[in-house]
């Protein structure tokens, strides 16, 4: 009986065997060890050897044997253990970006793998509060821990923290059914942390009844906002009278990520008259 290579190679995957075997009318099979090496690193295909047999002699009765089958394989099952999966599974962020770690977290690989990273909603929708993400992240030998970088929505965020999940799946086809995936599933919450001040610019402001106008200036003093968001300023009579020393006014102010100044101009009456004393209105803002 001798070994040969077939998909598998001898020294690599297998010691070559060359064995004489002795049958007589008492001994009609034999076992022969055949010894498979093992370097512990994850394959994804069998692979498999051949062993023939040659009549060596018969005792003179050689047209007599039959030597059938002749030939036989045996696959070597890449049956090593590859485990990939989120380290951690848990993770949080609130504007920005998150990043999301996949690494091996058993055995080792001969081969490249990959594995396709891809987002979820949850109470989080993508578009809205994170931008979905597709990922493929091809793992080997020399790269077995990667990072996938997940954008999330800059916004201002009301109510309670949001959350979506991250999943893995084996786009490799001859690694399916091969490599387990564990853990498979990552959850990110956004947490509702950001807080935008909107307020007057100054605190106060004075103008003479000559020039007309005031102009009022109110802005984003702390935070960012990701959405639109609308203020609305209303003047109010103080010992001055709306009609008699200003002109009573109330507009919309709206703000966003880039829209974080806005002015407002108050006209003010004047009837040329000397008046020997100050007078004030005020305004206020109503989100």
């Known amino acids: 009986i001798s070994t040969y ?31 498979i090496k093992d370097d512990g690193v994850f394959k994804y295909t069998d692979v498999y050897f051949g062993a ?8 003179g009765f050689e047209q007599l044997i039959s030597l059938n089958p002749r030939q036989t ?15 951690p599974v848990v993770y949080s962020g609130n504007g920005g970006s998150v990043a999301i770690t996949v690494k091996v977290l058993q055995g080792s690989l001969a081969v490249p ?3 396709r990273v891809f987002t979820q909603d949850g109470t989080a929708i993508f578009g809205s509060d994170y ?3 597709s990922q493929s992240v091809v793992f080997d030998s020399s790269s077995t821990n990667h990072t996938v970088t997940i954008q999330l929505v800059n916004k201002l965020v009301s109510g309670a923290s949001k959350m979506f999940s991250v999943g893995l799946s084996v786009e490799t086809p001859e690694a399916n059914g091969r490599v387990t995936l564990s853990p498979s599933v990552a959850n990110v919450t956004i947490v509702n942390t950001n807080v935008a001040v909107i307020g007057f610019v100054a605190g106060v402001y004075s103008v003479r009844r000559s020039e007309g106008s005031v102009s009022v200036m109110v802005g984003v003093l702390q ?4 959405a639109h968001v609308t203020v609305t300023i209303s003047t109010y009579s103080g010992t001055a009278s ?25 006209t003010i009456k004047d009837d040329g008259v000397f008046k020997y004393t100050d007078v004030y209105f005020g305004a206020s803002l109503t989100l």
């Open 5 to 35: 290579s077939g998909t598998a190679s001898a020294g690599l995957d297998f010691i070559q065997t060359t064995l004489p075997l002795v049958f007589n009318n008492t001994v009609t099979q034999l076992p022969i060890s055949v010894t």
């Open 52 to 59: 023939s047999l040659t009549l060596q002699s018969a005792g």
């Open 73 to 87: 394989n045996v696959t070597i099952k890449a049956n090593h253990v590859l485990v990939i999966g989120f380290d």
């Open 113 to 115: 793998v990959s594995i």
């Open 131 to 133: 931008v979905a993400t």
């Open 223 to 226: 935070g960012q906002l990701g």
């Open 242 to 266: 709306a009609g008699l020393d200003f002109i009573q006014t109330t507009l919309p102010l709206v703000f966003n990520n880039t829209v974080t100044q806005l002015p407002i101009s108050v």
